[in-house]
């Protein structure tokens, strides 16, 4: 069974920066790297969104109110992905979760981690 363990959240100042990780066990590096990875988040009373997504092939795509702000990699090697965050807002308060859905069976084949929480405020 894929396990993914989100670490990296906390308090954080306006303005400040988080790195996310989510480290992923119980799946084989090489079938690890087939994986889409993405970062969402859920705030007090919202749905859950993105916040930005990478392809096995290392594609990227952003929610319009992190671009330019944040920057989603992964290490297929350690079997990680890192969100990056940058002048973090107090709207980006939220529980941050990390998902691994593989591309063609995404069905049966689609994780969630814990989450972490980030907390922008002063």
């Known amino acids: 069974q894929v396990k993914l363990v989100e670490s990296g959240g906390g308090l954080v100042q306006p303005g400040g920066s988080l790195r996310l990780s989510c480290a992923a066990s119980?799946?084989?590096?090489?079938?690890?790297?087939?994986?889409?990875m993405g970062w969402y988040r859920q705030a007090p009373g919202k749905q859950r969104e993105l916040v930005a997504a990478?392809?096995?092939?290392?594609?990227?795509n952003y929610a319009d109110s992190v671009k330019g702000r944040g920057t989603i990699s992964r290490d297929n090697r350690v079997k990680t992905v890192y969100l990056q965050m940058n002048n973090l807002k107090p709207e980006d308060t939220a529980v941050y979760y990390c998902?691994?859905?593989?591309?063609?069976?995404?069905?049966?084949?689609?994780?969630w981690g814990q989450g972490t929480q980030v907390t922008v405020s002063s």
């Open positions: 998902n691994a859905r593989h591309p063609r069976f995404p069905t049966d084949n689609n994780y």
């Open positions: 119980g799946i084989m590096l090489s079938l690890y790297s087939m994986y889409n």
């Open positions: 990478i392809t096995s092939s290392g594609s990227t």
